[in-house]
């Protein structure tokens, strides 16, 4: 599958990447991680604090599938609201998913921490406004359980949003506790300590076939076989037919980065800005002062004319902002995966024990990819966690 197409703006910001040696020879561990993007190299980095032997294989170079076209807004609010989510699975189960949520973005910030390189983390501010009228009581109602609930926000009304920004909206939620990061720069740097940590990485090695049995699971690459005790699958978008996963859903996106901006006027704090329409515009400015602004998701099957599409973003870009004068210096179209139910599909494999899947679908995969490393380090380790049936396969 072809995972983007375009001048993708984030490899530009990497001018010497680092690069990991392929599988020559045959090599035991006890968890395989099979894909080296966010998902992949998140869950590296975990299990690195642990006395796990570890494997990451990816069959191209580090954090250029879909990672590299990722928009890095992190999020603790999901394309599925709260009020969805309660609707759906009650009050218990949906709060928590959202506090796990919550809880994630500060364990990215953490392990950035840790990094030794810039990676272009930086704690942000967010805005989700009504997009209109009818969707402005949902928001409302929206906002009022996030408050019930124990999540900070602030209910900005039609006048305050139009006080602060360029733009008019009936309403918005406005909160605190987002991040954004340069993707592509994350992943590597993710990687690399992982690897100061004991993690053994291969690139350009791909799994030519493999067999689940009792006595392990083995997987055949062109130059080495790798016999596993455990497997993760953080492949993404690719591995949805093996899966399994029931109500999975695969589209594409576009999205432009402009020119860098000289001065960025009616845009409050720089805040990652979304809205309640669907399919949804997003935004969000970058360290070297550009816009990334994306959207009008459409099916995958469909034929795009890939320049239409970007001049239809700058334009809505324009609507926002009038006072800006942006032009596109990139723009690309990436396979976007989403589900039914707005949650990522993160778990055993209901037919194979010890194979695991980390698949973070949704506008907040990153932030999945952290949820989900916690979730499959605790499966691992101790057989459970308390989240593995929200997110569980075959739901």
């Known amino acids: 599958m072809e995972l983007h197409q375009g001048n993708l703006y984030w490899p530009s910001t990497v001018t010497d990447p680092p690069s990991f040696p392929a599988l020559t020879s045959s090599i035991n561990c006890d968890v395989l991680i099979i894909g080296g993007g966010m998902s992949g190299t998140i869950m ?52 928590y998913f959202y506090k796990l949520c919550l809880k994630a973005i500060d364990e990215l910030d953490k392990y950035n921490a840790y990094l030794s390189g810039p990676t272009d983390f930086r704690r942000a501010e967010s805005l989700y406004y009504a997009s209109n009228d009818h969707e ?30 360029d733009f008019e909206a009936p309403g918005g939620i406005y909160t605190k506790a987002e991040a954004e990061v340069n993707p592509y720069k994350f992943s590597l740097e993710l990687a690399k300590d992982s690897d100061r940590l004991g993690v053994q990485i291969y690139e350009n090695t791909e799994i030519l076939s493999h067999q689940f049995t009792k006595d392990g699971l083995f997987f055949e690459t062109e130059k080495g076989d790798i016999q596993a005790k455990k497997v993760i699958y953080a492949t993404g978008y690719g591995t949805q037919e093996f899966a399994k996963t029931k109500g999975a859903l695969l589209e594409r996106t576009f999205t432009i980065a402009t020119e860098p901006i000289d001065q960025f006027i009616g845009w409050h704090n720089r805040s990652l800005i979304w809205e309640t329409a669907r399919p949804y515009h997003y935004l969000r400015a970058t360290r070297d002062n550009r816009i990334l602004i994306g959207g009008l998701d459409d099916k995958l099957t469909k034929e795009h ?17 009038p006072h800006l004068t942006p032009s596109i210096a990139f723009e690309w179209s990436a396979v976007f995966g989403s589900t039914k139910d707005g949650l990522p599909f993160i778990g055993e494999h209901p ?41 569980r396969l075959g739901r």
């Not at 250029?64 to 999020?75: D, F, H, K, M, V």
């Not at 928001?139 to 209910?155: C, P």
């Not at 890939?306 to 926002?320: A, F, P, R, V």
């Open 44 to 95: 590296a980095r975990v299990l690195a604090d642990y006395d796990i032997n570890t494997v990451l294989i990816e069959k191209n170079q580090i954090g250029t599938g879909s990672t590299s076209a990722n928009t890095g807004l992190l999020q603790f609010s999901n394309d599925a609201m709260l009020v969805d989510l309660i609707a759906r699975f009650g009050k218990e189960k949906a709060v």
């Open 136 to 165: 402005h009581k949902k928001l409302k109602n929206e906002f009022d359980a996030l408050i019930q609930y124990g999540f900070h926000a602030d209910y900005l009304d039609k006048h305050a949003i139009r006080s602060l920004y």
């Open 305 to 321: 004319d890939l320049e239409t599409k970007g001049q239809q973003l700058l334009h809505k870009l324009k609507t926002l902002f």
């Open 351 to 391: 037919k194979y024990k010890d194979v695991y899947f980390m698949l973070g679908y949704g506008g907040n995969g990153t932030v999945y990819s952290m949820l989900g490393a916690e979730i499959l380090k605790d499966l691992i380790l101790y057989g459970y966690h308390p989240a593995m049936d929200i997110t």
